[in-house]
């Protein structure tokens, strides 16, 4: 079984502030991890992803996330927000192997304040 | 290149009627899948299509709910009667089938159901 645990269901930052948004999860095997982006009216879009090659992965619009396999985390990070990051971001975890499918997070929405 | 394309867009029914959506995926992508987003949830997997067969269908309550991928490209998604419970947001997503094991999947905008 997989699951992941998203902490905070709203968090508020100020523009230029840090952006962090906390994701941990559960898998029986070694996982593959997922950020995703859903802004308003708009479809989900993967901003990274970790498939067991580097930890620290870039992805889009300057957000990053850490594997951390001692703390069962994948924390998605922006050093500094800018308002168009206003959105609900969604964790997601793969138990990996073929034909597997994406246990999603229940979401964290972002607010970004002047 | 254009997105995946579902319609329509809102839907607002009455209990016990029926509805079906629309899904186009992305051209050359595989796989399909179908996810059920309720309010201040994260999306929920209903069914799964490589090509046009159906490879995970076990969060699909077949009782009402009906699913088809003929010839392997758009997909129709059916509530048959609809329940207020079913108010929800309708996902559609596709990927190619590596992207299946990697999870990348590339999402529409999205059929939102409201059921009076």
């Known amino acids: 079984a997989q699951s992941v645990t998203q902490l905070g269901s709203h968090v508020s930052v100020s523009e230029g502030a840090l952006v962090l948004l906390r994701c941990n999860y559960s898998s029986s095997v070694p996982p593959y991890l997922f950020w995703y982006v859903q802004y308003p009216n708009q479809g989900l879009q993967l901003l990274l992803k970790?498939?067991?090659?580097?930890?620290l992965v870039k992805g889009i619009n300057g957000f990053e996330a850490e594997f951390k396999k001692s703390e069962t985390s994948f924390h998605l990070t922006k050093p500094s927000a800018h308002m168009s990051d206003a959105a609900e971001y969604f964790c997601?975890?793969?138990?990996?192997?073929?034909?597997?499918?994406?246990?999603f997070g229940t979401g964290t929405r972002l607010q970004v304040t002047l | 290149e254009a997105g995946v394309v579902q319609s329509p867009r809102y839907k607002i029914i009455e209990k016990k009627q029926p509805v079906a959506f629309w899904c186009n995926p992305i051209?050359?992508?595989?796989?399909l899948y179908w996810y059920l987003q309720n309010l201040g949830q994260g999306p929920e997997l209903l069914i799964r299509?490589?090509?046009?067969?159906?490879?995970?269908d076990s969060q699909l309550p077949k009782d009402r709910f009906s699913a088809e991928r003929l010839k392997g490209v758009d997909s129709t998604l059916k509530i048959q009667p609809a329940e207020l419970g079913d108010s929800a947001v309708y996902l559609c997503?596709?990927?190619?089938?590596?992207?299946?094991?990697?999870?990348?999947?590339?999402f529409g905008e999205g059929s939102r159901l409201t059921v009076l």
């Open positions: 997503a596709s990927s190619l089938v590596a992207g299946a094991r990697t999870g990348e999947l590339f």
């Open positions: 051209s050359g992508h595989n796989t």
């Open positions: 997601a975890v793969s138990a990996g192997g073929t034909a597997s499918k994406l246990t």
């Open positions: 299509y490589e090509n046009e067969e159906a490879v995970d």
């Open positions: 970790y498939t067991s090659a580097a930890t």
